[in-house]
């Protein structure tokens, strides 16, 4: 009995002492390495309570832990106090050098950002300790622990425990029956580029998503109509543009968030789909607005949410031994970690979707949307490694820094713009290969001859072409950013590899997918169906609509000769609901940021670009993404491309005697902004005018 009492002691007050010191050693407020002062203040005077219970249930986990270390070194027989410390030491150490090597970007503000002898132990770990070596290592220290007490069945008992620490349990196949309906899956990642993929010309290889698309067709000008997820997703589903839809940034209106909306997603439900979602990070998103999935599982934003992600974040040793689905049930808030961007989940949920519709004997609309390629592109092991100079060890070495910085992809130096491009790369390929592990379960369990398989990406990313940044939704030039990658397989008719060049939308996706299953789109849906251009029809583009998204700085976008009506950053626009934590933006600025938006047409090659400021506007015209003369165009429909954008939106645009572009108001702009009571300001950066 006193033997129990000191091992579990000992590792009780261990688990304490590491709670305590990552507690006052690392607790800020930061999000994806961003930190802010005011944000700081604001979440210490009015979220004490979440902070609290959010440590306490780690304290909670700790001990846990704790007790199950001193349960391991109780059945080894290590008796001295010394050696039941050095085992904690060991366990918790062999646990957190794991962590590090599976997802560095998690520790690299523990470790990396720090310089010296602790950035040089994570290059150690993640460039030159195989993995392998590191279990190796564990099981091999615990054998000789029960070898030297000769407490050789203890050995397996510790090592049979440890296993489900680090296990990743596959979902078995369902042995589905021969349907009659057609399954569909949409399988998609955040910011995947068409010209990222190797079907279409690039030099690195996506084999998975190039066998569908050798037997599909991809369309390589596919426009989102704003490169930002809420926007592009709402357009997506609801085939309507954003001057409709209202959905206009990420931080929309209460009475958008409650609306109801006619969908793909409940046409298909209501045709009897059984319609599901699995998202993480980046589809946050979809846990604020509902489209009518029957089944959703995506990361809730919320700043309750957010502290409690970054209250876990800090305590490293901890994440060590959490990075397994065990954490994840116990922590959900870790489906919302950037820097924990895991797309085993997203597959796992997916094909656990699938098997329940098989069950229920539906055909399924299953959309799987990863983060894959959003900013800050980290991927888990072994996919960093993939690509890049191994002797880069600048600050870009895990993931993207400094995510809200301006990089206008000329001051930036190349090196570290090819690092941040192989991340990119990287994070492509990780998602090329988790498609080719959906693609596998859909044939093992016989669903592969009834399934449509859409690849697709909410929009694309400027990667510093022509200095224009990276990123997306910040301006309209080049090629990139609000390029879509959008392909679809079926398995019923071979579109032989078809590219299409041509100009087609976003709001094209959703009547296409209903045309595949023999279902009319309803009068509310403002885009085409692309079957007949699938199928080899002659086909002349359709006009392509994009804007901006909200600028979070006055200092973006990335183009050095810009013009724009200045509005505050982002912590003036916003304002947090304190009951719910909703970021919302401030009605009072929704006008300006509406009237502040950069517009473009786009027919095929022929793209015109609205960019108003206070007093003038700027008008740019391009040719095949090459700026053009005004002067020199003799095309006179391509000179009347504004004048056909306003066309587009009869009643809501207009043009006013001064020529600039104006809408009426219409949406979320009218709404009043909640009792001072209620709302939380997050901070003054207004800019000056």
């Not at 859409?454 to 910040?474: A, C, F, R, T, W």
Request: aromatic residues 14%; hydrophobic residues 40%; charged residues 20%.
């Amino acid at each position: 009995m006193l033997l129990l009492k000191k091992n579990i002691t000992v590792s009780l007050l261990f688990a304490f002492t590491i709670f305590i010191l990552s507690f006052f050693l690392y607790l800020n407020f930061s999000y994806m390495g961003e930190t802010d002062k005011n944000i700081e203040e604001l979440i210490f005077s009015n979220f004490v309570f979440v902070i609290m219970t959010a440590n306490l249930k780690i304290l909670v986990l700790y001990l846990v832990v704790g007790l199950m270390i001193g349960s391991f070194s109780l059945l080894l027989g290590i008796q001295k106090k010394r050696n039941i410390f050095k085992f904690n030491m060991f366990f918790w150490f062999i646990f957190w050098i794991r962590g590090i090597k599976l997802f560095p970007q998690l520790f690299k503000e523990q470790l990396y950002n720090k310089g010296e002898s602790l950035k040089f132990f994570q290059i150690f770990i993640t460039d030159f300790v195989p993995l392998f070596m590191i279990y190796i290592l564990f099981l091999v220290t615990i054998l000789v622990i029960a070898v030297h007490n000769k407490r050789i069945p203890a050995f397996f008992i510790v090592a049979g425990l440890c296993l489900l620490l680090i296990a990743r349990f596959s979902v078995a196949p369902v042995k589905a029956k021969e349907q009659t309906r057609p399954n569909i899956l949409v399988f998609a990642t955040d910011s995947l580029r068409p010209q990222s993929i190797s079907f279409n010309g690039y030099h690195r290889p996506t084999p998975n998503i190039d066998s569908l698309f050798s037997r599909g067709a991809n369309f390589l000008n596919a426009k989102a109509s704003i490169a930002r997820t809420f926007s592009s997703w709402t357009s997506v589903l609801t085939s309507i543009f954003p001057p409709e839809h209202h959905i206009r940034h990420m931080f929309p209106a209460q009475e958008l968030l409650d609306k109801k909306w006619q969908s793909i997603v409940g046409i298909l439900g209501e045709q009897g789909y059984d319609t599901s979602l699995v998202t993480d990070f980046a589809g946050d998103i979809f846990s604020r607005i509902d489209f009518g999935f029957r089944h959703s599982i995506a990361p809730h934003l919320t700043l309750q949410n957010l502290i409690r992600q970054r209250s876990l974040e800090i305590h490293y040793f901890l994440m060590g031994i959490l990075i397994n689905p065990i954490g994840r049930e116990i922590f959900p808030e870790m489906w919302g970690m950037p820097l924990f961007m895991d797309p085993y989940y997203v597959n796992r949920e997916t094909k656990r979707a699938i098997k329940r519709a098989v069950k229920e004997r539906k055909p399924f609309f299953t959309v799987a949307f990863s983060s894959n390629n959003h900013f800050p592109y980290s991927s888990k092991y072994p996919y960093y490694k993939l690509y890049g100079n191994r002797n880069y060890f600048k600050k870009h070495k895990y993931c993207k820094d400094d995510m809200m910085k301006v990089y206008s992809g000329s001051s930036l130096p190349v090196r570290d713009m090819q690092q941040i491009v192989d991340l990119y790369d990287n994070a492509t390929r990780m998602f090329d290969d988790n498609l080719g592990e959906i693609l596998s379960f859909l044939k093992r369990s016989n669903l592969d001859k009834n399934t449509i398989v859409v690849i697709m990406s909410d929009h694309g990313e400027s990667l510093y072409e022509n200095g224009y940044g990276s990123g997306h939704g910040d301006h309209l030039r080049g090629e990139f950013s609000n390029n879509m990658t959008f392909g679809v397989y079926s398995p019923y008719e071979d579109f032989n590899g078809l590219r299409v060049e041509n100009t087609v939308r976003d709001v094209d996706v959703a009547p296409t997918i209903l045309d595949l299953v023999g279902i009319e789109k309803p009068s509310s849906f403002r885009g085409e169906s692309l079957l007949s251009v699938m199928r080899g029809q002659p086909f002349s583009g359709l006009p392509a609509y994009m804007e901006t998204g909200l600028w979070y700085s006055i200092a973006t976008p990335y183009i050095d000769d810009r013009i724009r009506i200045l509005y505050p950053g982002i912590k003036e626009l916003l304002y947090i609901q304190k009951d719910s934590g909703e970021v919302i933006m401030k009605s009072k600025y929704e006008n300006t940021i509406l009237k502040s938006k950069y517009r473009a047409l786009q027919i095929n090659e022929f793209k015109y670009i609205y960019m108003p400021g206070d007093e003038k506007f700027r008008e740019e015209y391009y040719i095949c993404e090459k700026s053009v003369n005004p002067e020199e165009i003799d095309n006179p429909e391509f000179l009347n491309f504004k004048q056909k954008m306003v066309d587009m939106f009869d009643g809501a645009f207009f043009l006013d005697e001064k020529g600039f572009i104006r809408e009426i108001n219409t949406g979320s702009q009218n709404v009043a902004q909640p009792d001072k009571g209620t709302v939380l300001e997050i901070g003054d950066d207004r800019a000056a005018r």
